[in-house]
């Protein structure tokens, strides 16, 4: 009961204090700028890429993967790298990060759809939720300055891919 009390004066007391905040301070008698006088800023445009390895950790955490049909899967959460190899951590569902199942997928499996500037993975949301979740213990995200044609050049393209089926008789 105190500390709904006191949530409730600390925010009566921000309302306030903003409110005093927004009082007009012009003394001097002139007039609000008008439209004209205001510094214009141009818009930030946000960069377009023709391909995954143009872009950087900074550029591709954040961004939603989608499947080749075009159905969203997840997004992506951080790029993790161990051994020379680095694979795009995925949170699938959940809220706020809440009830997310993750996997880790290599970042060869991805591609960058430039017409429609979208990262893609030729498989299904279905598909990896059946993939067992990805252990984040321990696991940091690389650099956002990391280039990701670096870290695509040092993925091992002659091992088998994911659930390739290998020969295990002599």
Sequence with gaps: MVLKALMMTATASALIAGGAMAQDTNTSGSAAPTATEMPVEAP??????TSINEMTVGDIV?????EASGATIGEIDYIAGSGGAASAVVGIGGFLGLGEYTVALPLSD?????????????TTKDALKEQPEFDETDVESLPEETRLSGLMASVDTTAPSRGAATDTSN
């Excluded at 954040?62 to 989608?66: F, I, Q, R, S, T």
């Design 62 to 66: 954040g961004e939603n993967v989608y």
């Design 110 to 122: 991805f591609t960058y759809d430039a017409d429609q500037q979208m990262v893609k993975v030729d």
């Design 44 to 49: 930030e445009r946000a960069p377009t890429f």
